[in-house]
């Protein structure tokens, strides 16, 4: 009985587990595999980097992999490089590449990849004559021919179409000699709200030089009226792209700004401790709407959750009931072996008792 109480414990235990960790039933098929590409003598960093004066040209070569059991065709082209609102490189669509850049050339538009095949993709850069000192920045991507589209399942009113596309992005940097520099300027930073679910404070920064950077950011929130810093801000940041604007958010997870007149502090530094790119110094006002925060940060997840699918519940409990059975048989088989014990020393006792004693022995003796 001990053994199967066991047994059914740990049914119970895996049973749960594997409810509580798993995800709802499947019923949208994977996105297409994305290519596996590979640069020819890329950069030390992984990417192409290039020095070229106005009117010098370099050509270079991916491979293009694929790495499914299937032959598949991929769209090859050069996409635009900016900042991501948080920092960082973000690439845009096909056709999106701006005449700064478009002197990078592909010598196709489209791949066809036999089952675990590779194909070389070459391109040429060639910098147009009279072009301003500075970094360009473009991606080389490989991608999937067509999105894929997911269908909703039909015994579901909450089911979702998701189309996805899979790409991969190499970067291609040039660098014009001559004078560069980074530099930057803030915005006024304005405090509202993300979905009532927190306050953000929104820092516009504008990267007004010709070099890529990786900031960092500084700074405070204080009241008109004086006093301690309600607010401090301190953070390095990914790559800024030259001559993009973002306006980075900072977000409030765990506190809450009062309506009422505050003053900020910003600096913009080039790493930190390094060499000053901007400062600014300012009001900023927060209204009442902005402190309309449902539900109060530190309490709730801040990011909506998806509801609970309905087949969950009843796992649950049949976990639950599982474990219970468990307890129950674990406290049964202990109750039946302790009366066990009980009987054979019970038994035991009876038997010494019925023995002679040695005076008996003796008398019989005699």
């Known amino acids: 009985m001990a053994g199967a109480a066991r047994v059914a414990v740990v049914c119970a235990f895996a049973l749960t587990t594997v409810l509580l960790y798993s995800g709802a039933p499947a019923w949208a098929s994977s996105a297409p595999a994305a290519p596996g590409v590979l640069p020819v003598h890329p950069g030390p960093h992984g990417y192409f980097a290039y020095t070229l004066v106005p009117g010098a040209s370099t050509s270079g070569t991916i491979m293009v992999r694929d790495l499914t059991a299937t032959p598949a065709e991929y769209l090859v082209y050069m996409a635009e490089a900016t900042t991501s609102p948080v920092g960082g490189v973000a690439y845009g669509q096909p056709n999106s590449l701006p005449p700064s850049v478009s002197w990078v050339h592909l010598s196709t538009a489209a791949v066809e990849v036999a089952a675990q095949g590779v194909v070389p993709v070459h391109f040429m850069v060639a910098v147009p004559a009279g072009i301003a000192p500075g970094d360009y920045m473009a991606g080389l991507v490989a991608q ?22 899979t790409r991969v992005i190499v970067a291609v940097v040039v660098h014009v000699p001559g004078a560069a520099a980074p530099a930057a300027r803030f915005g006024p930073p304005t405090l509202g709200l993300q979905q009532h679910r927190r306050q953000v404070l929104s820092i516009p920064i504008n990267d007004t030089g010709n070099v890529l950077m990786k900031p960092y950011l500084a700074g405070n929130l204080r009241r008109c009226s004086g006093g301690p810093a309600v607010l401090r801000i301190g953070r390095q940041l990914d790559t800024f792209v030259p001559h993009t604007s973002i306006d980075y958010p900072w977000y409030l997870n765990h506190q809450i700004l009062p309506a009422g007149c505050y003053t900020a502090a910003l600096t913009l530094d080039l790493g930190a401790g390094g060499t000053r790119l901007a400062s600014y110094s300012g009001t900023v006002r927060v209204g009442a709407a902005a402190t309309k925060v449902q539900p109060q940060p530190g309490k709730h997840l801040l990011v909506a959750q998806p509801g609970l699918p309905a087949w969950l519940i009843p796992a649950v409990l049949a976990g639950v009931l599982l474990l219970l059975l468990a307890v129950f048989l674990l406290l049964r088989a202990g109750r039946d072996r302790r009366r066990l014990l009980e009987g054979l020393a019970h038994k035991d006792t009876r038997y010494k008792s019925a023995a002679p004693s040695a005076e008996e022995l003796s008398s019989l003796r005699r």
């Open 144 to 165: 999937t021919l067509a999105p894929l589209t997911t269908p909703a399942p039909t015994s579901s009113k909450r089911g979702v179409r998701l189309v996805t596309t």
